[in-house]
């Protein structure tokens, strides 16, 4: 794939907003400038950061005090999204909010998980959180992400990934089940720990509303995750196809979306050429954010004993 290099840089997110609009996807990875994000859209964003920080913390400090865990926050980098005076009255999102879905998960579901549950640890005693990959699929295309936890059932030694999630809509497991993120974090868990079995995503889902948190276990056998690198595969080869042809489809579906209008929506009919903004980073800067690297062929084989793609 000799277009811009920028169109192979994927994530779970991303791979959304391809499925959504191919159109929607191109623009956004070419950095093309649509409206602004609203304050909704920056506190959701900041909100579930913190919330997720606050989850690694207290894994990292089990008995850190709620004293300390709310200044650690406050001081943190991931403070920076959320203004400390914007506030979603209606989604009850802003930092004092996420401040509180802290408090709720270090005094309530932090103590029962952690009683059955403990950190991992990866060689050299870094803790196993927010844990960065890159999955080299093909030519110039990447799938990276982010691992929040990664933690070990105390006696069966059983590793499960753990994923924070908040949510306006409360946790419903039609949500989350078939997600292909947590299945993705498994395959990577899988070659960190080869030695263990990483059977399962725990999502844990802070709804904003009902100011509580809901655990959803999912076991992710073999075969899901050897469904997950073809979905993978055929993803990759679709946006090849794509910038191949200089053609990322319109779909009119994707132009009104949780309420609000596409930020691209009445450019997306200008040629892409005269949108794009010049990359400010190479392909080695971005791959160089990431932690642990892995090649298709090595996860793929893992699943498949060594048979052909």
Request: aromatic letters at 14%.
């Amino acid at each position: 794939m000799d277009s811009d290099f920028r169109l192979g840089l994927i994530s779970h997110s991303s791979l959304g907003t391809l499925s959504s609009c191919a159109r929607k996807f191109q623009l956004s990875r070419l950095q093309v400038q649509g409206t602004s994000n609203s304050v909704e859209d920056k506190l959701t964003f900041g909100m579930g950061h913190i919330a997720g920080l606050a989850i690694q913390i207290c894994f990292e400090q089990p008995t850190i005090s709620l004293e300390d865990l709310v200044w650690k926050l406050f001081l943190s980098t991931e403070c920076t999204p959320i203004d400390l005076l914007e506030s979603d009255s209606k989604r009850k999102k802003s930092f004092y909010f996420a401040l509180h879905a802290a408090r709720i998960f270090h005094a309530q579901l932090f103590p029962r998980i952690s009683a059955e549950y403990e950190l991992v640890y990866l060689e050299g005693g870094k803790p196993a959180t927010e844990l960065s990959f890159a999955i080299h699929i093909k030519n110039n295309i990447y799938y990276r992400g982010f691992i929040d936890v990664v933690i070990r059932h105390k006696e069966t030694r059983r590793i499960a990934v753990l994923e924070n999630k908040t949510s306006s809509i409360g946790a419903n497991p039609a949500l989350y089940k078939n997600s292909t993120q947590g299945v993705g974090y498994t395959i990577v868990v899988d070659h960190l720990f080869p030695e263990d079995s990483a059977l399962e995503c725990i999502y844990l889902v802070y709804d904003t509303k009902q100011f509580e948190y809901t655990d959803l276990p999912f076991p992710k056998s073999s075969q899901d995750r050897l469904d997950f690198l073809r979905t993978l595969w055929l993803e990759a080869t679709y946006i090849e196809m794509c910038a191949e042809s200089n053609y990322f489809p319109k779909r009119g579906t994707g132009c009104f979306s949780f309420f609000k209008k596409c930020p691209f929506y009445g450019v997306c009919d200008i040629d892409p050429a005269y949108l794009a903004v010049p990359a400010d980073f190479t392909l080695a800067d971005d791959l160089g954010k990431y932690d642990y690297h892995f090649t298709f062929e090595d996860c793929f084989n893992r699943y498949t004993q060594g048979k052909e793609i």
